[in-house]
């Protein structure tokens, strides 16, 4: 049994304080200089640990080193998590409140009395009776995504620095920005990380772990009308915005949507419309767990185009398809004892491992595709992205002890 003198709770508090959040607007990396803010802050900690290759270069990446302490040739291992929150609610001023003792009923925060964490609704709660509850205080979310997976690696640090004894290889950390929004490998230096193996901590329940993801692309539909005035348009006009409009109608209604979907079933989803009568624009996301739907979604809404365009013949569209990532399943079914290296760990913990698919993505994702096979880990949050986010301090703590047996594990089977 470790013993750890955890510091993971007072390393998230602070960390969630720190407003952090990606914008899907901006056109610079990362995408919010606030973002540096914490990853200042990770250094500077890191470095008084007597980590000293720690540092930030000018993406805002953070890079560290914990050298190996053993005699065997151990694959190096990654442990990586982003400092990015989510644009989808407010990340300013954010007040972490600590429920201890947690013993059933809802938790109402008490900033905006209409947020209730309610057990029906968030059945992991039923699963917290006695641990400690993290939430924000009603009108910003939490930051648990992914901040509770920044401090259970600063966790695990700490405990490697103070504890020499336990053996394990050459471990980097990485930590990223803009994640939320879809660019938070794009500059990662392959080379300088050095990794054999990597392992995102930005999961969910405790004891889970995902080693498969969507496949993904965008799809942008440019659409081409005829502008003419209003006023002598008849037999003429052929508005964009109504082309845009109908296409999204003759979307199926009971299939094939984020609404009607689930487990391994994908989806086409419209994200953003904008346009005037001459141009219109709709981008889609489309997602799937195999690569060859992704073509089939992205023939059947071409078909769909193509049916209403019919009904205006002098007008015109693109159909631009964009590759966004792909199953990291593709890539770790090839390194098995990646992931089976997590069940060993979870184990460890006392904690039952549970394999679970990603209706998403993760920085894994396209990392696996890098050259570094990396799989998800769980870190005790959940409702993210929402102003009902929330951790469990004690799950958080078993993240920290998961990273650790996960490095001893690997230095063991060398």
């Known amino acids: 049994m470790l013993k750890i003198n955890h510091t993971v709770i007072d390393r998230f508090i602070k960390y969630v304080q720190v407003d952090t959040q990606s914008d899907p607007t901006s056109t610079t990396f990362p995408s919010t200089e606030k973002q540096k803010d914490l990853s200042k802050i990770l250094v500077e900690e890191l470095l008084e640990m007597g980590i000293s290759d720690a540092h930030m270069d000018e993406h805002g990446y953070v890079y560290a080193t914990i050298p190996a302490n053993t005699d065997k040739e151990v694959p190096v291992i990654c442990f990586c998590s982003h400092v990015d929150t989510s644009p989808d609610s407010s990340g300013t001023n954010v007040k972490p409140i600590i429920h201890k003792n947690y013993q059933g009923g809802d938790i109402v925060l008490p900033d905006d009395p209409t947020q209730i964490l309610r057990p029906a609704e968030h059945t992991e709660l039923q699963n917290q009776i006695g641990n400690d509850i993290i939430t924000a205080s009603g009108t910003t979310l939490l930051g648990a995504d992914d901040k509770a997976g920044v401090a259970s690696i600063m966790d695990a640090a700490h405990f490697f620095i103070n504890n020499p004894h336990i053996k394990h290889g050459k471990i980097r950390i990485l930590f990223t920005p803009?994640?939320?929004?879809?660019?938070?490998?794009?500059?990662?230096?392959?080379?300088?990380?050095?990794?054999?193996?990597?392992?995102?901590?930005?999961?969910?329940?405790?004891?889970?772990?995902?080693?498969?993801?969507?496949?993904?692309?965008?799809?942008?539909?440019?659409?081409?009308?005829?502008?003419?005035?209003?006023?002598?348009?008849?037999?003429?006009?052929?508005?964009?915005?109504?082309?845009?409009?109908?296409?999204?109608?003759?979307?199926?209604?009971d299939k094939l949507s984020p609404e009607t979907t689930e487990k391994m079933e994908g989806f086409i989803h419209p994200t953003k419309i904008f346009g005037q009568i001459e141009e219109a624009e709709v981008q889609f996301i489309i997602r799937d767990f195999v690569d060859e739907r992704l073509t089939e979604k992205e023939n059947l809404l071409e078909d769909i185009v193509k049916k209403v365009m019919k009904n205006y013949p002098n007008s015109s569209y693109d159909f631009i398809v964009t590759e966004q990532y792909r199953n990291m399943k593709n890539i770790l079914k090839n390194h098995p004892q990646v992931a089976g290296y997590i069940e060993k760990a979870i184990e460890r913990t006392g904690l039952t491992p549970v394999k679970h698919s990603i209706r998403g993505g993760t920085d894994g994702s396209r990392l696996s595709f890098m050259g570094l096979p990396c799989p998800n880990i769980f870190d005790g949050g959940h409702a993210f992205h929402s102003k009902l986010e929330w951790v469990s301090v004690q799950d958080m703590q078993k993240a920290v002890e998961t990273i650790i047996h996960l490095a001893m594990i690997w230095e063991e089977e060398a």
């Open 178 to 253: 803009d994640e939320e929004i879809g660019k938070g490998v794009n500059y990662v230096d392959m080379e300088k990380l050095g990794a054999d193996f990597g392992y995102t901590i930005d999961g969910s329940t405790a004891g889970t772990y995902e080693d498969e993801t969507f496949s993904a692309d965008g799809v942008t539909i440019k659409i081409h009308g005829v502008s003419m005035h209003p006023g002598f348009a008849k037999g003429k006009l052929e508005s964009a915005i109504k082309i845009a409009g109908d296409i999204l109608a003759a979307l199926p209604k």
